[in-house]
């Protein structure tokens, strides 16, 4: 697999090439400078120290080994924590490194500040349904200002990792199925996170993971193996990655799962000939929790002393949690397995970063209390979260306008979810405290009148308990409306969240088919991590709007969609299936020799039980308004090698109301030497437009945007025949054609 490689990023390789060498900074070689001073000084075992991180127990993100860490501090032996924030703890561990050890080096203090610190914002596939890498880089530098006032500098986000597989529970962290779309919001969110300066106190280090492959889970099911071709990870999923290290990221992540039969973790086809001597990447490369390890359950080394040797060996500079690298490094380096120059190598790319970040000026920088306590939950915090979250939530249906609500209006509101804080923020809610928030009902009862909103809990999100149906459907007799609040438990998306089967658990559904007997409009509202099975409910709701988990200003954020406060604007990043058996499905998938349109209704790839559109296609959104399309115009129909064709749509809002709408624009390579997909997103653009206003809207596509891996592996373009499509979602488009001159 050595070969393969060796032109998929040459556009970029090259010009990454002319500027590092020509382009190092004064700064950086002062940096280098320091850090060779400082490794000058250190035993064996303090550089191995520095390649150690172990949780300090404040959060267990995973199974604890390791309990006596502080000693190691204090020997020189740790020189990274995880899971421990707020000022006055962070101080007291930074106090005994910098204090207490014989070199003084100060800790790198990590956490999963995945969609916000305190103030939670939607989940990262929430965020990304917004389609504004505006707002999604603002929610990730919020993220880090509030993290960095607790005294974290570093953060495990963000999750770049391309999904088509909703079963998987991490599906939640990242921003869906595109990797175009993905690249954007990866690249917004290392920006959002670092800023321009790390040594700036209100930024933090971004960590780019899973590296590499990890949406791709066999059955859906986390940790599971990967197994794909050369070309899809080339073409599909390493984009995102590439994406957030050209914007800086200077730490990545390697993932649980095994990539071409080697697990990522000691993977040196991975960590080392793609990473660095491809990508470029110059920082510093950690384990996920304890997977340096569990390469013995992989089968792939016989023992944890073999496991240290393999993960060293492939480019892996961190051991977290693990204590591999503590027990065995120094052992294969007297036994000559490895030379302490490659200890070196990966000391000097942690002390860089520690550098970078000032901690060596001023180990305490952050550990300002009076700093914590006027940037956690800031009022401009709260109301950035506030907007995200409306911008994220998706109008999946509005049969005869039910929506918005009138204020005044006499609604029964239905569901646990409803009533609950905690399922608001989600997985990976970080540092996020519920009890300081409130719940949807709270904020419908304060917009709309306590008199105006009449509760009934119903059923629980989860089991078969069904006595609560009556209260409910007695409770919606005396109603104008129903709001039914349905969905998952929080706990059931992110890691090891993986499901079997993607429908709304328990009977929640089973009380929606009883309220729809009593011929009242429905309103469903979403709360869930990952693409669902939606069939049935689709049927018995008016209207349905996806809220994903919205974050804590979630509550506020739904009343006022609802209400028509604010007229939603977000379009879904992945693919909402019909049924399960449709999984995986995804827009971008390629034509087979018997496609669906075939005339012959029986020797064609279809189901016998089931359509093969989905549900809800990727790109799709309603709003409270309607937006029409001109047909495409082109400034060209030959694109030469050295050019552009600039395509432009009018776009008019035909209904009533102001509102967004994200324009969306495909291509498709209609002959290549290797077979290519249906459509691929290649551009969008987010646009207002006030009621009866029309905006003209261009995308300009260059012969970069159609290379692809070839059938020989080299990268590049092919001349031919293409389709352009442009519209509000991937499938409901106007097409033109245009013509790639070599």
Known sequence: MKNYLSSMVIFSFIFMSCNSAAQISTADKKIDAKVDSVLKLMTLDEKIGQMVL????????????????????????????????????????????????????????????????????????????????????????????????????????????ISVEPRWGRVSEGAGEDPFLGSQIAAARVRGFQGNNLADTTTVLACVKHFAAYGAPLAGRDYNTVDMSQRVFLDVYLPPYKSAIDAGALSVMSSFNEFDGVPATGNRYLLTEILRNQLGFKGFVVSDYTSVNEMVHHGVVANEEEAALLAIKAGLDMDMQGEVYAKYLKKLIEKGLIDEKTIDQSVRRILSVKFKLGLFDDPYRYCNEAREKRTIYAPEHLEAAFDVAKRSMVLLKNENNILPLKKGEKIAVIGELANSKRDLLGSWKAAGDWNFIKSILDELKEYNGEKNVLYAEGCKKMGDDRTGFAQAMATARRADKIVMVIGEDAEWTGEAASRSNINIPGVQTELLEQLKTLNKPIVVVLMNGRPLVLAEENKLADAILEAWFPGTMGGKAVTHVLFGEYNPSGKLTMTFPLNLGQVPIFYYEKNTGRPIYLGNDKYKSKYLDSPNDPLFPFGFGLSYTTFEYSDITLS??????????????????????DGEEVVQCYVRDLVGSVTRPVKELKGFEKIFLKAGESKKVSFTITPDLLSFHRQDMTYGTEPGDFKMFIGGNSRDVKETSFKLIN
């Not at 596939?125 to 504004?132: F, K, V, Y």
């Open 54 to 161: 172990y949780t300090s127990g404040w959060d267990v993100t995973g199974p604890t080994l390791k309990s006596d860490y502080i000693d190691d501090i204090r020997n020189g032996k740790c020189g990274n924590i995880f899971n421990a924030h707020t000022v006055e703890y962070v101080r007291k561990l930074q106090k005994i490194a910098v204090e207490e050890s014989r070199l003084g080096i100060p800790l790198l203090f990590g956490y999963d500040v995945i969609h916000g610190h305190k103030t939670i914002f939607p989940i990262s596939l929430g965020e990304s349904a917004s389609w504004d890498l505006k707002a999604i880089e603002k929610s990730a530098r919020i993220a880090a200002t509030e993290a960095a006032a607790s005294g974290l500098n570093w953060t495990f986000a963000p999750m770049v990792d």
């Open 636 to 657: 060209t129909n030959e694109l030469q090698q050295d050019g552009n064709i600039r395509a432009s749509v009018t776009v008019t809002n035909t209904g009533k109301r």
